[in-house]
């Protein structure tokens, strides 16, 4: 895939404070990129300044293969979405997704008004003002007029935290599809690693300015390399290890056959390291169980060692809930454990 935009050691400070540090990415055609990380980490101020809203970053921005460091946003031609909708509220549903497109003849805005109201499943909302609508068709109607320009790119920020989880996540499922079918590439700002996997097919982390890791969710979850990602992706703890003599890790939880070179180091066991097959390979770990919430359909359980504070988390059926403070042996998949650096 050819490239669209290029981000070249993009560095922004707040007086003396530094927001972003040589930071650099590429994003091709069509690609959907979610950025995540904590509060404050500068996805935000990455996202404005690929935007043009904000100035006096150093580094350099190609977009198309033109220079655009130095343009103005309204000359960008680049898509924006926000958490707040910003809907004009004097103006229709209709009038609403015009807003960008009031240069084309009247026949062609008509026909990609048409087309997006279909596309966002509103065709019957086209005369109606923003008041009456709940939040989440007042969202539709804000990506609508983002796209309604056929923008390359699309840059959204949150765009979807202040809605209801249910009105959210029926949302994500539909929004992949619904930029696929129109090509455009997309950088999705959120803090939620789980609404960054359901979007996007990247994943790039960032940290205190600094972009940490660049990777497809599966890759992401399977291999975090960081305890810093892993809290990021849900995972709260990590377990401590020493090696053994013949090479293999020992735990408060028991010996793991997974070899390392490592003399001391963390081992991530996610959650769902107890989902597996008849033919992985598995390993028996024993530990007290500290306490315990549903996940609908599942269980979590907060294991903890029967001597020492090392924890972690196992997801399990609800119908084998055991009692806290209760002794459990459970076994987990090999291949889903994973040693990270402690940072």
């Not at 990506?143 to 959204?156: D, E, G, H």
């Not at 703890?237 to 010996?255: I, K």
Request: contains cysteine.
């Amino acid at each position: 895939m050819s490239q669209l935009l290029v981000l070249t050691q993009i560095s922004h400070r707040y007086g003396q404070t530094a927001a972003l540090t040589e930071c650099t990415l590429a994003l091709a055609n069509a690609e959907r990129v979610a950025l995540i990380g904590p509060s404050g980490c500068g996805k935000s101020t990455l996202l404005r300044i690929i935007a043009g809203l904000e100035t006096g970053h150093q580094g350099r921005i190609t977009y198309h293969g033109s220079d655009i460091t130095q343009l103005p946003a309204h000359r960008r031609h680049i898509g924006l979405m926000f958490q707040e909708h910003a809907l004009f509220p004097h103006l229709t549903v209709t009038q609403n997704i015009a807003y960008g497109i009031h240069h084309l003849p009247t026949a062609q805005q008509h026909a990609r008004i048409n087309e997006l109201l279909t596309l966002i499943g509103l065709p019957h909302l086209a005369a109606r003002y923003p008041a009456t609508l709940s939040g989440g068709e007042r969202q539709r109607v804000a990506l609508a007029r983002s796209l309604a320009p056929s923008p390359r790119l699309l840059l959204l920020d949150e765009p979807f935290a202040s809605l209801d989880r249910s009105v959210r996540d029926h949302l994500l499922a539909e929004v992949p599809a619904l930029l696929a079918r129109e090509q455009v590439a997309t950088i999705y700002v959120t803090h939620d690693a789980n609404e960054a996997c359901q979007i996007a097919n990247r994943v790039i982390v960032m940290r205190a300015g600094q972009i940490v890791r660049d990777a497809d969710p599966a890759t992401l979850y399977q291999q975090p390399q960081s305890e810093f990602v892993a809290q990021l992706l849900g995972i709260r703890y990590s377990v401590p290890y020493t090696r053994n003599n013949d090479g293999s890790m020992h735990t408060a939880f028991g010996d793991i056959p997974m070899p390392t070179t490592n003399p001391a180091g963390r081992l991530i066991i996610p959650p769902d390291a107890g989902l597996h097959s008849d033919n992985t390979h598995t390993v028996a770990l024993t530990g007290m169980v500290v306490s315990h919430y549903y996940r609908a359909p599942w269980v979590r359980v907060t294991v903890g060692a029967v001597a020492g504070g090392a924890q972690f988390e196992y997801d399990m059926p609800q119908a084998h809930v055991p009692d806290i403070g209760s002794q459990m042996t459970i076994t987990v998949r090999l291949d889903r454990l994973s040693i990270v650096a402690h940072i």
